[in-house]
């Protein structure tokens, strides 16, 4: 083991430079370092005294790195409780990450969060020369994430959907994806076909985006989430049935054909203790 990988695993601090309120529920912070992360990869991140929790991460330039998080329990609002110059423990990152080819044209499907390291990917492949369809989605406009950033990169068309009709299409993301798949595969617009999707999201998105892949016959890269502690392969809490890998190591992005062999994606997870709980 190197002494960068042992360092990996143990926390360090860092101080919240700037906070964003994204949404009602979600906050962007943005830290004073970087933990040289790449698109699809999260870090463990501690509020000494209460837990410590996984979360992708948003954005890392090499200066500083960014999360986007929903307040829905004890850790996360303990997190959304503090302000600017609090410091918070991170360790990674961890886990594998979405690849791609230079000059690729790419569809991303972002769903909640799934928008902070779909953002990520974004902003990193455009310097390889891919041009990029996102498809950002949410039950309503209030809730979009990540709207501004993307429209602001280049080569990057952004598409919005919404299940109540308030911004762009009415409803599913993965509906908008099925409809590029066919237009571009068919021809019928001067768009190229799209290589690879990437998504990031709730299950049912991914198993949907999944089906609708395996369909149009476009290889994809999933970011799966799976109840995590250790985060490097040790304790294994996240593994999948019926191959036992480890989410933390061997994901949280896996490419389609490994999800296809994994009969629990989209039926049930398994919580703190390992007990399985349906979706
Ligand atoms: C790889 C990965 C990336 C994630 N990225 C983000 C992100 O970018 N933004 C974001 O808001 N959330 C993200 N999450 C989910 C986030 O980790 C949970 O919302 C958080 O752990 C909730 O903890 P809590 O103490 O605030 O709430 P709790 O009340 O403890 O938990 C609420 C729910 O969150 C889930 N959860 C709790 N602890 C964990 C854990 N250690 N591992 C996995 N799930 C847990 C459980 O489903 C639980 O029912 C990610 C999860 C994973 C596995």
């Not at 209460?50 to 996360?76: H, K, R």
């Not at 790419?106 to 990917?121: H, K, R, S, T």
């Not at 571009?184 to 999944?210: N, R, W, Y």
């Not at 019926?242 to 919580?271: N, S």
């Amino acid at each position: 083991m190197s002494s960068i990988q042992l360092q990996s695993r143990l926390p360090r601090t860092y101080k919240i430079i700037d906070i964003k309120q994204a949404t009602e529920n979600v906050r962007i912070y943005t830290f004073d370092g970087s933990l040289g992360a790449k698109p699809g990869q999260f870090v463990m991140a501690w509020v000494p005294g209460v837990d410590e929790v996984p979360l992708s991460v948003a954005y890392d330039d090499g200066a500083n790195i960014q999360l986007a998080f929903f307040a829905v329990g004890d850790c996360t609002e303990a997190l959304a409780r503090m302000g600017e110059g609090d410091l918070v423990g991170l360790r990674g990152p961890f886990g594998t990450y979405y690849e791609w080819e230079p000059g690729q044209h790419i569809a991303l499907v972002a769903g909640g969060y799934g928008a902070a390291p779909m953002f990520f990917v974004a902003s990193e492949s455009v310097h390889h020369g891919t041009t990029i369809e996102v498809i950002v989605g949410a039950r309503s406009k209030e809730h979009l994430l990540f709207l501004e950033e993307l429209e602001s990169l280049p080569h990057v068309a952004l598409h919005v959907a919404t299940n109540d009709g308030s911004m762009g299409f009415e409803g599913f993301n993965v509906t908008v994806l099925e409809n590029m798949l066919k237009l571009t595969q068919d021809s019928k617009t001067e768009d190229p076909a799209i290589d690879q999707v990437f998504a990031c999201g709730p299950e049912v998105m991914l198993k949907a985006t999944h089906s609708v892949c395996a369909k149009y016959n476009v290889p994809c890269q999933l970011s799966m989430e799976r109840y995590m502690k250790c985060g490097y392969g040790l304790c294994g809490n996240c593994v999948m049935d019926p191959l036992g890998i480890r989410m933390c190591t061997e994901g949280p992005v896996v490419k389609g054909e490994v999800l296809a062999k994994l009969d629990e994606f989209g039926k049930y997870h398994r919580d703190s203790i390992g007990k399985k709980n349906e979706f």
